[in-house]
């Protein structure tokens, strides 16, 4: 899967809990260390999605007010994985976030829930040995049609996950996504990716039609 992904920063480590609601960023704004205005940059996050331009929803680990201002610790799409920045709050725009993806690398099965109740699970193609698909807590950063000769018309969830085995991939940062098998090779069930989950076409086209942007994704073995 090649999509451009956004520019490689450092940011603070974090093990998010599960978000219920999404930050929608209402300009460009830069990612804290800290919920303290004087604290280190640790990341640009622009207003609008890469690829379709779409606001940017960030889902929202924790609230904190410091000195009468309140902060949002947000889940920080990019490399390296897995981290999370403070913002200002009265620069979103809060959403609840109802949708959560659960992807069990074991199983090899996507389980998408709607408000806690589970309403589809699909087989899928995972990472193979030596491109693993990464484990964490994820989101969607945008939807967008694949247009590759394997799948011209495919629907491909693009994740805030990056392949910690490939630093580029057919011209993209080796960003990892939720798409479309089209006529690529491997079976569902297989592990046999360059990292992305591989879904069949018509179950790609039901995700995009229901998953949100910002969506929680969990990637657990």
Known sequence: MALVGPTVATASAASPHRPTELAELLQPIRALS?????????RYLAQFTPLTGEPAMLPIV??????????LRVMLPGRPNNRTGWIPANMTTSHPLVWRIRIDLSNRVLVAFKAGDLIKRFKVVIGARITPTPLGNFFVVEKVRLGTKWSPRGWALALSAFSNALRHFEGGQGQVAIHARGSLAGALGSASSHGCIRVTDRDAGWLNTHVPRGTFVEIVR
């Open 62 to 71: 924790e609230r904190r007010t410091v000195a009468e201002r309140e902060w």
């Open 34 to 42: 800290s919920p303290l205005v004087r604290s280190t940059s640790v």
